[in-house]
């Protein structure tokens, strides 16, 4: 079975994504770390390289195929970006078995939990103004507008707001079971709909 799990930026796929594997006892793969390892390059040097953020993604949809073909993600939960189900990765994702699952959350939650990175992923300490605050609460919005349309692709959506890490991981077992059970088949078979 493939849980694949997206959302905006922040929401908390590489944290929640590890403990729904662990607790489903799934291996976990994180996207972003995919694409660096298979292009060997940070993801912002890696954009950089094109004209438009839809090349990118269609260049860095190779690393999503690559890993798909390995047999370790058979089962496995995998944390995509939120353009995960966008352009080169979309194309990818609807042609192999796996559940799709968006987790969402505030903008003002989402806030709280922004991290920054160098251009080469090193996370970096940054103190927000009031001002810069404003700033992301508005970036963050105007993300989730652009990201809604593909976010409806997704089989679930699964609202995180308010709980913590193990809560969350705990709620997304539950909405996928119970979104397997409605399918005809154990959340853990290996039923052809989701092969192992």
């Known amino acids: 079975m493939r849980i694949f799990l997206t959302g905006p930026s922040c929401v908390g796929k590489t944290t929640i994504g590890k403990k729904v594997g662990e607790l489903l006892e799934l291996s976990f793969f994180d996207l972003d770390f995919e694409i660096e390892n298979f292009f060997g390059t940070s993801i912002e040097r890696l954009q950089n390289q094109f ?16 890993l798909l073909n390995r047999p370790e993600s058979r089962n496995s939960v995998i944390a995509l970006s939120p353009a995960g ?11 192999v078995c796996g559940i799709t699952v968006v987790l969402t959350d505030t903008p003002e939650n989402l806030l709280k939990k922004i991290r920054f990175y160098d251009i080469d992923t090193q996370p970096i300490e940054v103190e927000l103004t009031d001002e810069d605050k404003r700033y992301y609460l508005r970036e963050i919005k105007l993300d989730n507008t652009y990201f809604k349309t593909s976010y409806k692709r997704a089989n679930l959506q699964v609202d995180i707001s308010g709980l913590d890490p193990d809560q969350a991981a705990r709620k997304v077992i539950e909405v ?3 979104y397997i059970l409605e399918k005809g088949s154990d959340p853990l078979s290996k039923s052809p709909m989701y092969p192992q």
Do not use: D, M, S
């Open 51 to 66: 004209l438009t953020i839809q090349l990118f993604r269609a260049e860095a949809a190779k690393a999503l195929e690559h």
């Open 85 to 95: 189900l966008l352009g080169g990765y979309w194309r990818i994702i609807k042609r």
């Open 176 to 178: 996928v079971e119970e």
